[in-house]
Nanobody, 123 residues
Framework: QIQLLESGGGSVQAVDSLSLSCTAS????????MSWFRQAAGKEREFVST????????FYADSVKGRFTVSRDNAKNTVTLEMTSLTPDDTAVYYC????????????????WGQGTQVTVSS
C-alpha cells in the first residue's frame, strides 16, 4: 500500500533554514502529484506547496512563497521541502500527501498522508 514517511523536522531559531523530506513507497511515484500541508496547534490543516508528477509545475501558499522550495526526485521516490527564513508562524506539523495525477491545493482531495513531522521555530 501507499506509504509516505517524512523526516527532517526539528526545532530551529527564527530566520534559520530546514529541509524536510518525504520518502514514498508502495506506488508508482512518477504518476502521482506530491504536496506538503501543515497544521499548527488549534488550527486547520493548510496547504503549503505542491509539485506535479514531472516536477515541472509547482505552487506555493502565499505565506511561504519566496521562502520555501519544493522539489522531487522520481528516481529516488522522494520529495523535498527546503524552508528558509523561518518564522514562528511556520511552527506546525508538516505532512506529505499524494494523489494520483493532478495537483491540488485542497487537502480533501488527498487520501494518502504521512504521519507528519514537527517543525518548531522560536523567536
Amino acid at each position: 500500500q501507499i506509504q509516505l514517511l517524512e523526516s527532517g523536522g526539528g526545532s530551529v531559531q527564527a530566520v534559520d533554514s530546514l529541509s524536510l523530506s518525504c520518502t514514498a513507497s508502495g506506488f508508482t511515484f512518477v504518476n502521482y502529484a506530491m504536496s506538503w500541508f501543515r497544521q499548527a496547534a488549534g488550527k486547520e490543516r493548510e496547504f503549503v506547496s505542491t509539485i506535479s508528477r514531472t516536477g515541472s509545475t509547482t505552487f506555493y501558499a502565499d505565506s511561504v512563497k519566496g521562502r520555501f522550495t519544493v522539489s522531487r526526485d522520481n528516481a529516488k521516490n522522494t520529495v523535498t521541502l527546503e524552508m528558509t527564513s523561518l518564522t514562528p508562524d511556520d511552527t506546525a506539523v508538516y505532512y506529505c500527501a499524494t494523489r494520483y495525477a493532478a495537483i491540488s491545493r485542497d487537502p480533501a482531495q488527498y487520501g494518502n498522508w504521512g504521519q507528519g513531522t514537527q517543525v518548531t521555530v522560536s523567536s
